[in-house]
């Protein structure tokens, strides 16, 4: 226990002594008047004159130590607007053990008494010493208000998955996150900081950062193709900053880097019905920079649209920007049905050298990495036409499907190469404790768009939950994807099968005060 006295201490109770010294007074004098009206005027002057005499110097005594005390304690001064000292009291003007107001009662009633507000002096000093209550409390208000609605979110996945042709090299092909067969796989490790708008509050702009590691990290980042240079932004899955303008029932903008829109599946494992990912969410965008823009029109309709560098571009690899135009409708709270279109132009119009061939040096540089121009490079566009729905049938039941068609051509007068297909889903909550969720998906490759080969393929996924706790997920998955020709690998070098058979569990964990989907 800290026994050092602060000034604010020491002047609150001397003003209450003070102010409980004047109530007596005030007190005693009355009590002295209507006690006996039998003496003399002139004995009744004198026995008030000495009652006050006494009363001034218990205040000039307490002064006294309260200025002791503060001297003691090595706190700063405290101003104390003095009463006047005792001039015309006596020198033995001390209390006696029989004086009006001194016994046993008058020290209690000294302790125990609040301040008094006609007591005008010492509430100065207290008011003096004051402001310092404010200033101890200026940096935890700032904090708060820098703080408000922020969220610190983690989570950790992982998994181990068997494949059955026990292929060389232990690959799955074709697989986004789980790309690995008999290996203990982790999958992501991520931290999710967001700072989310609350227009009702006041608050306009927003804020969100996605830090990821593992295996998905290099899935989707990992490829020179779209990025020229991936590992600068790997570890940054998305990281963009939110404003609503006030405009008919708000304009939301962002700007930075986002999860891409298109596709039904998403990139954190707890919110998928599977643990494994479609076809589908590997072959479509994963993420954009840029700026987009969401307005809803009424409670039907909400439009969305944004204008990127491409599909998977955090840098720009070409001058063109690609645009997006979607619409998700929501006839009622159990029913959401999202329709998108893309257009873009996804092909390099320069290289990136780490250092330069003979006749190269004059080449520009970026970050002391050089850069070569492509000759004649390729310009054909890439469009995408998209459209997902869900519906909650019961509190327990989820049905959803999805269709896609993606057409690219190389140059403007090239040939298109075409994927087109869907997904079906149906998910199914037993219970809080268990579910079960099922999906079976079609992509027709036509020209090798997606996989470099032409073919048609096919998968069908089994999954089984365990949630013990909100925060723990265990899933165990069997999976099975089938193509018209020999894709997948063997056990042996040169070795393709038609079938790739999984079987899998997944693990994931997550903290954190974000509620809902991440």
């Not at 009355?30 to 003496?39: H, L, N, V």
């Not at 935890?140 to 969220?151: E, F, M, N, Q, S």
Request: net charge negative; with cysteine; proline share 6%.
């Amino acid at each position: 226990m800290n026994h050092r006295l602060c000034p604010q201490r020491l002047s609150a109770g001397w003003t209450a002594s003070l102010a409980l010294i004047s109530i007596t007074l005030v007190a005693g004098t009355g009590t002295a008047i209507a006690a006996d009206s039998s003496p003399s005027t002139d004995e009744r002057i004198t026995q008030l004159s000495d009652e006050v005499a006494e009363l001034k110097a218990l205040v000039h005594q307490l002064q006294e130590q309260v200025a002791r005390q503060a001297a003691a304690s090595n706190s700063p001064v405290v101003a104390v607007a003095a009463v006047p000292a005792p001039t015309s009291a006596p020198a033995t003007a001390a209390p006696s053990a029989t004086a009006p107001g001194s016994g046993p009662g008058m020290a209690a009633a000294v302790v125990a008494a609040p301040p008094s507000a006609t007591v005008s002096e010492p509430a100065t000093a207290t008011a003096a010493a004051g402001p310092a209550a404010p200033a101890a409390t200026a940096v935890p208000k700032v904090a708060a208000d820098i703080l408000r609605g922020i969220t610190i979110n983690a989570a950790l996945d992982g998994y181990y998955e068997y494949n059955t042709n026990n292929p060389i090299g232990r690959v799955n092909y074709l697989r986004a996150y789980d790309v690995s067969s008999n290996s203990f796989s982790l999958n992501q490790a991520d931290l999710v900081i967001e700072s989310a708008t609350d227009v009702a509050a006041g608050k306009r702009y927003g804020m969100r950062l996605d830090l990821q590691y593992g295996q998905a990290t290099e899935t989707l980042q990992g490829s020179p193709v779209n990025e020229l240079r991936p590992d600068v932004y790997r570890s940054v899955y998305q990281a963009y900053g939110t404003y609503v303008f006030p405009l008919g029932s708000g304009l939301t903008l962002d700007f930075g880097k986002w999860a891409s829109s298109l596709g039904m599946e998403g990139n954190y494992t707890k919110d998928q019905l599977n643990y494994s990912r479609s076809w589908w969410f590997n072959y479509l965008p994963y993420y954009h920079m840029g700026a987009r823009a969401k307005y809803a029109v009424n409670d039907l309709v909400t439009v969305n649209a944004y204008v990127a560098n491409g599909a998977q571009q955090t840098e720009a690899n070409n001058n063109y920007k690609d645009q997006m135009l979607g619409l998700v409708i929501t006839p009622n709270s159990k029913v959401s049905w999202t329709v998108n279109f893309y257009e873009g132009q996804e092909h390099p119009d320069v290289i990136y050298l780490s250092s330069p061939g003979p006749g190269q040096q004059n080449l520009p540089q970026v970050q002391g990495t050089y850069i070569q121009p492509i000759t004649n490079p390729p310009t054909g566009k890439l469009y995408i036409g998209d459209t997902y729905a869900s519906w909650q049938v019961t509190s327990a039941l989820t049905l959803g499907a999805e269709a896609d068609d993606v057409s690219e051509k190389l140059y403007s007068y090239s040939s298109p190469e075409h994927v087109s297909g869907g997904a079906l889903y149906a998910g199914y909550q037993i219970s809080p404790l268990f579910a079960v969720a099922t999906r079976a998906e079609y992509l027709a490759d036509r020209g090798g768009l997606f996989s470099g080969t032409t073919q048609y393929l096919k998968e069908e996924t089994l999954t089984f939950d365990y949630r013990p706790a909100d925060g723990f997920l265990m899933r165990a998955e069997y999976r099975r994807d089938l193509s018209n020709k020999p894709y997948f690998l063997g056990s042996s070098l040169g070795q393709l099968e038609t079938a790739q058979p999984t079987i899998g569990v997944g693990l994931v964990w997550w903290i954190g005060q974000k509620t809902g989907s991440w």
